[in-house]
């Protein structure tokens, strides 16, 4: 089983708000379809930080997929591809852990 965590910065301004959330629609939906599952999806707010160097993010995402061969195919996905150009709009930096 592979976990994975992303840690997901927006463009400034309420166009690339709409953008991912437009995107979020489509394709989480298509996680399943390659036995994806979302885990946890939060969105922090600033005033929650304790501490650290990093700034909040717009969202945090929690996933799991059975293999790396899975998540491939999810990336990959034709009706996810068609989406991507919401993804570039809105995103400004998105960091993984695996």
Excluded at 40 to 64: A, C
Excluded at 69 to 80: F, I, M, Q, T
């Amino acid at each position: 089983m592979l976990h994975i965590t992303q840690v997901i910065y927006l463009h400034p301004g309420p166009e690339a708000e709409q953008s991912f959330l437009e995107f979020e629609s489509r394709v989480l939906p298509l996680m399943s379809n390659h036995g994806g599952e979302l885990l946890l999806r939060l969105r922090p707010q600033k005033e929650q930080k304790i501490e650290g160097s990093l700034e909040p993010p717009f969202e945090v995402h929690l996933v799991s997929f059975p293999s790396e061969e899975s998540l491939a195919a999810y990336l990959n996905d034709p009706e996810r591809l068609k989406y991507l150009h919401l993804k570039e709009q809105a995103i400004r930096e998105a960091v993984v852990y695996r």
